[in-house]
């Protein structure tokens, strides 16, 4: 039998707000805290926060007094090939406490091998005995942290033989079997979409939708390959792009209003553009709450 | 080899061979797979630009990005908190050939190394100021007060100015005109939410060490005495204090287990 935790976790109902909410950068602490902008939540990555003291905690700490907390892990290595950093897991649950965020998210990916942390998301080969590792490492994250987790759909290059699933049925088991919610990255699936000529939204109707607990958007680097065709980079290095923000108004008529995160990790921009980002996201939530 | 096995040392290493098993829809995935490798190596190159922006700074874009990659090479991170990664980075720096003619660089990125671990170093808080001054004034018992200092304090001695280097990078000056080549001791320390550096004489060095190393304050002072018969003990303790840097102070000797 497997051991789910599915059952020991309340049904998904997304804790954070159906508003926009923005990735919180220590360029802009100071900006958020003197403006106090109408933001519906901050979400930073755990990674960030696992120091001992100084102005990092200062900050969060005064902004989760006033915002809901989303924590985004990129570390997990939920697909890693071998077992799952233990000391990270716990310093994950420290941080946890201490800071109590409404949502945990991680990624459908690995970034450590062995001993060595990769720093970026790579790839799963989409097999059975993936599949059995990522629910093992899911049901391990999750017994731990006594809490549901939301895994994180990926952005990818390449893909690999021998596969038994496409990326939408693979989610739809790790999300049955375990008993984790869906971070629906809206930029991933079309950069992956695109990368992979897939069609996005029939990619979309095929993720188990109803455990959708928050969406992200983000821009991507535009590239070519060797054979001149597009190639997406999903760089969080620029605004969303109008073809993500269509995508997320027909992911939005799917799933209704659902607190979305508007990511920017690179080429920071000053604050006030990414807040101009979140109004309009709170602009399609709203129209999206009228209609239903 | 496993397939994570040789993606990763594939994506660390652009001399590798692209991983087997991958496909794409045209069959090219090499440059595909060439998205990972950058992303990576990239990734990591700007982790190490952020901690070290004064080394950065001073041999160019270029040459730090190649000096980056044979670094992350050699010693990729071994903890997902990409503000610890690069501990090893100055010792590299030290035994890199291409950089010798910046005999300096290493200890400029120790320095840098020092104020990012004082930037995340735990909170404690200064010690009573009224409590400091009565067991300051109590000239018998001073000798055996043990001082407890704020986990961001740290020292470097360099053969080299580092600290006027770094100074006038944080102001955006060039280092010309900069006499480099003298000895120069440093004190880094977070005082509220910034970190601060400080050139000082070598006895504050050595003193504070005596002091992170569990010896009271009077013999403290005297090995600071031995290495620079011009210590001052009350501009040393004036630095600390005013910084607040002193976070517990007792008067009986700590009994180590």
């Known amino acids: ?292 | 080899m496993r397939l994570q096995e040789a993606f990763s040392a594939a994506v660390l290493d652009s001399q590798q061979p692209c991983p087997r098993g991958l496909v794409s829809r045209n069959g090219h995935v090499e440059s595909r797979f060439a998205v990972y490798r950058n992303n990576v190596q990239k990734g990591l190159i700007n982790a190490l630009a952020f901690s070290y922006p004064v080394v950065a700074r001073l041999v160019g874009e270029y040459f730090f990005q190649e000096m980056a990659r044979l670094f992350i090479k050699k010693s990729p991170p071994d903890s997902p908190i990409m503000s610890t990664y690069g501990v090893r980075f100055a010792d590299f720096i030290g035994d890199f050939e291409p950089a010798r003619s910046l005999p300096y660089l290493a200890d400029t990125a120790r320095l840098e190394r020092l104020c990012v671990a004082a930037y995340h170093a735990a909170d404690a808080c200064a010690v009573d100021p009224q409590v400091l001054a009565r067991m300051l004034k109590v000239p018998e018992s001073l000798g055996q007060l043990h001082l407890q200092l704020h986990p961001g304090v740290a020292t470097l001695d360099s053969p080299y100015a580092v600290a006027d280097l770094w100074a006038a990078h944080q102001n955006e000056e060039l280092s010309q005109g900069l006499d480099l080549s003298l000895p120069q001791s440093t004190v880094v320390l977070r005082y509220g939410l910034s970190v601060e550096v400080f050139a000082v004489r070598p006895g504050y060095t050595a003193f504070i060490r005596h002091l992170q190393s569990g010896h009271a304050l009077g013999p403290a002072a005297e090995h600071a005495l031995q290495v620079d018969p011009y210590f001052d003990l009350s501009q040393a303790l004036a630095l600390l204090i005013t910084h607040d840097a002193i976070t517990d102070l007792s008067p009986a000797p700590e009994i180590s287990p």
């Not at chain 1, 900050?59 to 077992?83: F, Q, W």
């Open chain 1, 1 to 292: 039998m497997h051991s789910s935790t599915a059952s020991l976790i309340a049904p998904r109902i997304s804790q954070l707000p159906p508003r926009a909410g923005l990735g919180l950068k220590a360029e802009h602490f100071k900006d958020v805290l003197e403006s106090l902008p109408d933001v519906g939540f901050f979400e930073v990555h755990a990674e960030n926060y696992m120091v001992a003291g100084g102005p990092f905690h200062h900050y969060l700490g005064l902004i989760r007094e006033r915002y809901p907390l989303s924590i985004h892990g990129v570390g997990l290595s939920i697909g890693s090939d071998t077992p799952l950093n233990i000391e990270h897991l716990q310093r994950l649950q420290t941080l946890l406490a201490r800071y109590r965020p409404r949502v945990f998210s991680e990624h459908l990916a690995w970034s450590s091998h062995g001993p060595h942390f990769l720093n970026d998301l790579l790839p799963l080969r989409y097999d059975l005995s993936t599949l059995q590792r990522v629910c093992a490492h899911i049901d391990q994250v999750q017994n731990t942290l006594q809490r549901q987790i939301l895994l994180e759909n990926p952005a990818t290059y390449v893909e690999f033989d021998q596969t038994h699933f496409d990326e939408a049925s693979f989610i739809h088991e790790v999300i049955s079997r375990s008993g984790c919610g869906l971070l629906l990255d809206v930029n991933n699936v079309y950069v992956s979409c695109v990368n992979h000529d897939r069609d996005p939204l029939a990619y979309i109707n095929a993720l188990p939708l109803h455990a959708v607990g928050e969406l992200h958007l983000a821009g991507f680097a535009e590239d070519i390959d060797q054979s001149g065709q597009r190639l997406l980079i999903d760089s969080h290095g620029a605004p969303v792009d109008q073809a993500v923000w269509a995508l997320y108004q027909q992911v939005l008529e799917c799933v209704g209003p659902v607190a979305t995160l508007i990511e920017r990790d690179n080429q920071l921009p000053v604050f006030s553009e990414l807040l101009a980002q979140a109004e309009l996201a709170d602009c399609y939530l709203l129209t999206t709450r009228e209609r239903t």
